[in-house]
């Protein structure tokens, strides 16, 4: 049997209710901020990410599913929707529509990683930017405000949010030349990782998640402790604001982040209650990623929130399993009955209803434990008898009641029991 490739996961039918609940309060609540959504391919050229997301991130060198196309273009699966979502900014020219887009998605995302609970090589995220021409810190200050009121919505309470400023391409270089510092006497024993990242791109050696080199890199200086005059001053504003909000957090010094577009403000929320992979969203500000693509000078800011870690967070009961049963089922007897059972379901669904019926006949007893399988709601029983009386009997499957419904009277009866009864289980 072929199965489904590792890390991928079937959401099935009776998961549903639980995505759709977290889909429609991530839109109805990043709306009421003024996001409107948007949607990108799931492929896009290599480059797009390597020269975004950076190449020596581990989501570009190790976790990026790149394949060449038959005219032999490279292309990748998204690893992450940032850099698509400014890509499509710069190349519809949204800007010119408003100064600040605020922009949303919703969709699968693909990184070669290993499986583990809450970590999947397609998984789904929700997310939101900011691009335009302001770098004001209240736009990531509402930006998390949206977010912490629409996990509040949901009922993940149990969470942190945590803070840090990774500064600009004005102090970063001083930060780096300390970083490097730091690192000189002990880099010769640390991973290969390390060592090349080390020449390559020294912020990323944070990355490094190898055991043996972590009392190292817990000794290494923080870039807030390196920040220029308006970086920091950018810093202390935004945290004001979350002050002002009401919003806690905490300050986390060795927050990075996995991606190189990040500037100044970055973020994330995580939750012990998801074990391991305890990020929950990851966030930040990424002015001149447009410039990085061509595009004119851009400021942005946004986050991501994995759907999967959202599930595993949601409170029991959060969305009602909706009884997917039909609200009618057409049971009947003998060939000219069938004819007739297949026009009434044509007749109830162009009504708005919706009916079952199996085209494979069956004793009544037979049929009414079909009905009650399929969790229906009502059964519409026809035999030779009821077309020549032109009535059906209607039996409500919750309470045994039966009764006699005229043809022509049909829709508009139901309908009137429905008002008493309820159109569904419910
Ligand atoms: P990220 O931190 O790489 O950021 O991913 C954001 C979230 O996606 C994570 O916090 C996690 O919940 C989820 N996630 C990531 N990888 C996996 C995985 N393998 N399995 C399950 N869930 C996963 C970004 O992607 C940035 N684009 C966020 C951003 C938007 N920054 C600015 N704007």
Not at 119 to 138: C, K, N, T, Y
Not at 276 to 290: E, F, P
């Amino acid at each position: 049997m072929i199965q489904r490739i590792r890390g991928t996961a079937d959401i099935l039918p009776g998961a549903i209710p639980r995505w759709r609940k977290i889909e429609e309060t991530a839109r109805e609540f990043f709306q009421r901020y003024g996001f409107r959504e948007i949607r990108t391919p799931i492929f896009e050229r290599t480059e797009l990410f390597a020269r975004t997301v950076g190449e020596e991130t581990d989501i570009v060198a190790k976790e990026m599913y790149t394949f060449k196309d038959r005219s032999g273009e490279s292309l990748s699966l998204r690893p992450e929707s940032t850099a698509s979502v400014v890509r499509a900014y710069i190349e519809n020219k949204l800007w010119v529509d408003a100064p600040l887009t605020r922009l949303f998605y919703a969709g699968p995302q693909f990184r070669y990683e290993r499986p583990q609970k809450g970590r999947l090589r397609q998984f789904h995220q929700i997310g939101a930017e900011v691009l335009g021409q302001s770098d004001d810190p209240m736009i990531e200050a509402e930006v998390i405000e949206m977010l912490s009121s629409f996990l509040d919505a949901l009922g993940i309470t149990t969470r942190v949010l945590l803070v840090n400023s990774i500064g600009c391409p004005d102090c970063r270089p001083r930060y780096l030349a300390g970083l490097r510092a730091a690192l000189e006497p002990s880099i010769g024993a640390m991973c290969e990782d390390c060592r090349r990242r080390f020449e390559i791109n020294t912020l990323r050696v944070l990355d490094c998640k190898v055991e043996s080199d972590q009392a190292v890199i817990a000794s290494l200086p923080a870039m807030v402790d390196y920040l220029c005059g308006a970086c920091a001053e950018h810093f202390e504003a935004f945290r004001r604001h979350l002050d002002t909000a009401a919003i806690p957090y905490r300050l986390e010094k060795r927050l990075v982040r996995g991606l190189d577009y990040y500037r100044r403000t970055a973020f994330e929320i995580v939750s012990d209650d998801l074990g391991a992979q305890n990020t929950l969203v990851g966030g930040g500000r990424y002015d001149g990623l447009a410039e990085l693509l061509g595009g004119p000078p851009t400021k942005g800011f946004g986050f991501a929130l994995g759907v999967e870690r959202m599930l595993l967070m949601l409170p029991e009961g959060a969305a009602e399993e909706a009884s997917d049963g039909p609200e009618v089922y057409l049971a009947y007897i003998g060939p000219a009955a069938r004819e007739r059972a297949i026009a009434l379901s044509r007749r109830l669904r162009r009504a708005g209803w919706s009916a079952a019926l199996d085209f494979e006949e069956r004793k009544l007893k037979k049929s009414l434990a079909m009905a009650d399988k399929l969790k229906a709601r009502r059964v519409l029983i026809i035999g030779d008898e009821e077309i020549s009386a032109g009535a059906y009997i209607l039996r409500d499957m919750k309470s045994g009641d039966q009764q006699t419904i005229e043809d022509a009277d049909l829709v508009r009866r139901l309908e009137e029991i429905s008002i008493h009864s309820g159109r569904r289980w419910s």
